[in-house]
């Protein structure tokens, strides 16, 4: 210190120069840090502020309103006669006898207005209820018995707190002698909230109290059944052929640039090539899991091509020379050898093209997996939607259930997909050797 | 016999060549005789005969499945009166439609005339013969690739280069399906695009500032005729990935330089996952958010402050489309940060410079290739993302640079103009393939430019 200050002036400015403009510097510093950590913490908020409000929204879906009632099912207000048969059973006048039942329990009801409205706070879905029951077991006609059948959608909403009732009556759809009467049932305890088990256990429908998402579950799985049946050998062979025995050369290297590029086409065009080739020209049946497979299929491929290329890569050369030197022939080499110690890391990137063709949506517009499909698919070729779409569609519905169902099905893809991508990363942490 | 059953009984033959083709091997070996010990293992004359029993079976019937519809409409058309032949192509669809319907019973044999529910009854008949000849066909030359194989095993016979060189044959095969894959993709949009700029002139498209594709469904409907300008389009796809792109480039870039340069080990482990997650959410689940979250707050925001926000705002969408590509921006950006030499940062460091100006004027320039490269890719990303600007953006093309108005996409017009029921050859389905051509073309020349600048720059430090 003692032999700076002793140095010619300049070099003491030139000091005093940088001294002085030390604060500004480490306050510009101190700034950068935190534009850095703002960015941060600004996308780890949204994330939350996303999965928190879908949470928010969807959870009440778990849960359905149902109300208890005296049934008598007498076969006069049925329309059946003695002995029906199957046919007969599935055609009679369910409505009737839950309308009997409802007037049953509210006897002052009497108007025709009135009447109606109260019906309403029975779901469309109460009489398929009954017929099921019936029709497992006929016995049942001209028995009275208490069954507890699913509400209506308003009268789901009223329960769960979602209908604002401080709006004036005209502006709801649900009104005031309806509230008069969930309240009653309330006081008798006579209207509950259960798990929704219908929406895990039905297709799709028009009615949001009756829409599941088992159809669109089971479309999903089939369609990635094909997708991983396609993808996965294929993919496979590709990655050890560029990897292992490609020579360089012009057409390896167009194989290349090919699949990088492949990687980042919009998957929209994935679909209109499903839409040109499978279906125009192959004449495959439109909004059929095979189809949407296929493309999926086209799509995830380079995903996993890539990955398991890198796997490939990581094996050391010398397990290569060992078993080439004890005389294996250079395909035994691969698939001895080579395949089985990169199989972990070819298997989380294919579990990883699965999670993302399983949250794919736009291709399969493309190809038609939009109808409005009730059934649940039990075959490749039988039309059937997936749950991304099945979301899509369901997001455009105006109905207050539909909105809680759509946030529901979100939770479940998510559930998938966070369940893959955890067996991924554990498969990674377990398996993974550093040579 | 149905198609299940089939690929059972081929299987069959399959392990069952395999078995033989591998006991005949072991015999020879057993044999003690050194002039009869076989050139491979015994495995591998089994795999031979199952290849030379399996395949061609399977191949007949892949090709029979493919083409018997075709032929056997064919058959059926040709024994239709003269009257058919002289209805234009489209009816002719619906006659045949009609038979194939009545055949599979789904429409009722009373609703028809005679002459269709003669040709269905033909049509049934000839699907239940040619399921039977498929069945047949397929199986006899399976029986009959297996005497072939077996008659193939022999000492000399070098059967584990020919399993070998199948194998070779097949892995070759498959890596060449992404350049198949590549041409089915050109393939199908230009013969499309080509047929629909066939009806509307390529200048009027390219140039034109109005879009309206609805087209009459009928010849003698009145109203819209229909133009496509797809100028409108393509600013609003601008616009849309302008809006996320000034969300997600400083927002993927300060993270992946908070990340790479001042973040501790057990930071990073813990927030670049977290991260990834963003982009592991599937689109239509930020559309929703997009169209029912975001969007109303947006329009109460601007009511507040006096200002007219459109309830499907290209602002929503692209905000959160942004969000979405944080991810991308970020970790692309974080591999190229963190491939910079340390040697240059050390230089920077020992001259008095601070970390952020260290950052500033050393790391970033040093990295910028590679981020520019990354961020191309973004931005094709951005271009290309559908669900969330088909749930959040708006369907009418206004030309506008207002992000506050509705606009729409390249992605929106193809989704509704292909979920829409219009004939398939109409322009309005057709336009639908020319936008993806642009989309096609648009992505395809950004992937290669940012692939190009990646590539080099990483080069440039190893």
Redesign the interface.
Known sequence: MNQESQQPSSRGSATELVRAGLKRRYAREKRFRLYGLTAIFGSLAFLAVLIISITVRGLPAFQQTFIQLDVTLDAGTLGLTDNPDNAALLKANYNGVIKKALLASFPDVKKRNDKKALYKLMSKGAQYDLQRKLIADPELIGQSKTYWLPAGDDANGYMKGIVDTTLPEKKRRFKDNQIAWVETLKSEKRIAQRFNKTFFERGDSREPEMAGIRGALFGSILTLFVTLMLSFPVAVAAAIYLEEFAPKNKWTDLIEVNINNLAAVPSIVFGLLGLAVFINFFHLPRSAPLVGGLVLSLMTLPTIIISSRAALKSVPPSIRDAALGLGASRLQVVFHHVLPLALPGILTGTIIGMAQALGETAPLLMIGMVAFIVDVPTSLTDPATVLPVQIFQWADLPEKGFVERTSAAIMVLLAFLIAMNAFAVMLRRKFERKW | MNTSLLILLICVITALAYVMGRTRAQRYRNSGNPADHPHSLPRYYGYMVALWAGLPALLVFCLWT?FQ??VLTGIVAASLPAEFHALPSGQQDLVINDIKNIAIGNMSQSAADSIRADAAARYKSLIELAVWLKAGLALLVGMVGLLWGLRSVFPAKRA?VFV?RA??F???A??????L??L??VL??L??SMRFFGKVPFTEFAFGLHWSPQTPIRADQVGSSGSFGAVPIFAGTLLISAIAMTVAI??????A???AE?ASKSVRAW?KP??E??A??????????A???IAPLLRGVGESIGLSVASESALAAGLVMG?MI??FVSSLSDDVITAVPQAMRDGSLGL?A????T??KVVIPAALPGIVGGVL?AV??A?????IV??AAGLAANLTINPLEAVTTV?VQ??TL??GDQA?DSPKTLA??AL?LM??IT??IL??I??RTVRKYREAYE
Not at chain 2, 250 to 255: A, E, H, I, V, W
């Open positions: 493919m519809q075709k584990r070998e194998i070779m097949f892995l070759i498959c890596s060449s399906l992404a350049i894959t590549t089915g993709i199908s949009v013969f499309e400083p927002f993927g870039l300060m993270s330089i908070y990340l001042y927030v977290l991260l997650i963003l592991g959410i599937p689109t239509v689940v930020y559309g929703f958010f169209a029912l979250t969000i944080i991810p008095g601070t970390k952020s100006e950052i500033k890719l094709s990303r271009i290309g993302e559908t669900m088909v749930m992605t193809i989704v292909l979920t398939f639908a393939f993806g989309l096609f992505t395809l992937n290669i940012a692939l």
